[in-house]
């Protein structure tokens, strides 16, 4: 299945340096490969291949590969400034492709030593545009979204055979994720804790997170739990959603919601679901804006002091876009997305429906089916 950064990453190597990092088999490695075969001859290289991991640290690969794809080498000691000397004595018509499956919160935040020598992308889980876009014999949006509820976006399980091949892969997804990927941030003795924080965050989706009630209940310490979700956030297992404050600093210091990049580990009913996979195709639309087109884009939610709560808020250039409030069936119009759609009169407002028998409007509010609205987004 060709995903939706080929071109653009296609592309971008004739320039610079590209760099894709997203969770673990969400497709990153077919793509290169897809790539690589577009620019024979090319080279693969993996630092968690022991082969490979040495032809890495003698630099020993062939000279005349047109394209040379590296993963995981986040994990080599110094590999910033190992990666700026590939960078610089490589030969000019070579193209250079870095992936990993853990943030490379360093790379965009090292300075000068890398500056201008890259292009970033996120490679997000299959969402109802991209199904839309690449299945020619499915076109619609409404049998997009069931497909992607059932199975979640990412490749492997989404085209599996049927749900029972699905659900055998994601219970071994999650269980290589805790045992080998968290070992690599956390120690051995905290697997068993690591693992229990994760089943709760799995049945607090979509809340205001309090890791303060969790620590409790798991007997370590906030700080603790804290650190925890930097790692699953750090692994692409989950992201926040913070809630939107035109001071920043304290938008911060208030509890985020949690959600994870695979909606079927969600454990909750269908509406949960629902607000899982809105929420991780929303995250997609706003990072694809951002790596693709350099917009300043954000994600968040909106709760006031009176409990008065918008399930999403899209911001650009720090101003808010769009308030979003998600919902299985019910098509009255919220009181709080009218009360926020008065308040800033300069975004769009929209209750995307999943099972809506009739669009409306109800003044500047849009009450909308979710499947044709999601497919209209960004990627």
Request: aromatic content about 8%; charged content about 25%.
């Amino acid at each position: 299945m060709k995903r939706y950064l080929d071109e653009l990453v296609r592309t971008d190597l004739n320039r610079k340096m590209v760099v894709l990092t997203g969770p673990r088999q969400v497709g990153k490695t077919t793509l290169a490969r897809q790539l690589m075969a577009g620019r024979s001859p090319a080279h693969y290289l993996n630092w968690d291949v022991a082969a490979d991991r040495a032809v890495l640290q003698r630099q020993s690969w062939p000279l005349d590969r047109r394209l040379l794809v590296m993963d995981e080498i986040h994990k080599m000691p110094s590999w910033k400034q190992w990666l700026k000397g590939v960078v610089d004595g490589r030969p000019a018509d070579q193209a250079l492709l870095v992936t990993g499956s853990a943030r490379m919160e360093t790379f965009r935040q090292s300075g000068e030593s890398l500056a201008g020598r890259y292009f970033a992308y996120r490679l997000h889980p299959i969402s109802v545009r991209e199904w839309c876009e690449q299945h020619e014999s499915q076109p619609q949006p409404d049998a997009a979204l069931d497909h992607l509820l059932a199975r979640g976006g990412f490749p492997e399980p989404c085209l599996a055979e049927d749900g029972v091949q699905a659900d055998r892969w994601r219970a071994q997804y999650i269980t290589d994720l805790i045992r080998e990927d968290v070992l690599e941030f956390s120690r051995v003795n905290e697997i068993g804790t690591m693992r229990l924080f994760v089943e709760l965050l799995r049945e607090r989706v979509g809340s205001p997170l309090s890791l303060a009630s969790i620590a409790r209940d798991l007997a370590v310490s906030p700080s603790t739990l804290k650190r925890y979700l930097d790692i699953l956030q750090a692994l692409f297992i989950v992201f926040t959603v913070q809630p939107w404050h035109h001071n920043i600093a304290r938008s911060i210091l208030q509890s985020p919601k949690v959600y994870f990049y695979d909606t079927g580990l969600v454990r909750g009913d269908a509406g949960l679901r629902l607000e899982n996979a809105l929420a991780g195709m929303l995250l997609k639309h706003v990072q694809f804006l951002a790596d693709a087109q350099g917009q300043s884009t954000g994600l968040h939610y909106l709760r006031t002091k009176d409990g008065a709560e918008v399930d999403f808020v899209l911001s650009r250039d720090q101003a808010l876009t769009h308030l979003i409030e998600c919902k299985l069936s019910d098509d009255q119009p919220q009181r709080a997305l009218l009360r926020f759609a008065d308040e800033f009169p300069e975004t769009q407002a929209v209750q995307v429906v999943q099972h809506l028998r009739q669009e409306q409007d109800r003044g500047r509010l849009q009450v909308r089916r979710a499947a044709p609205w999601l497919a209209q987004l960004a990627a």
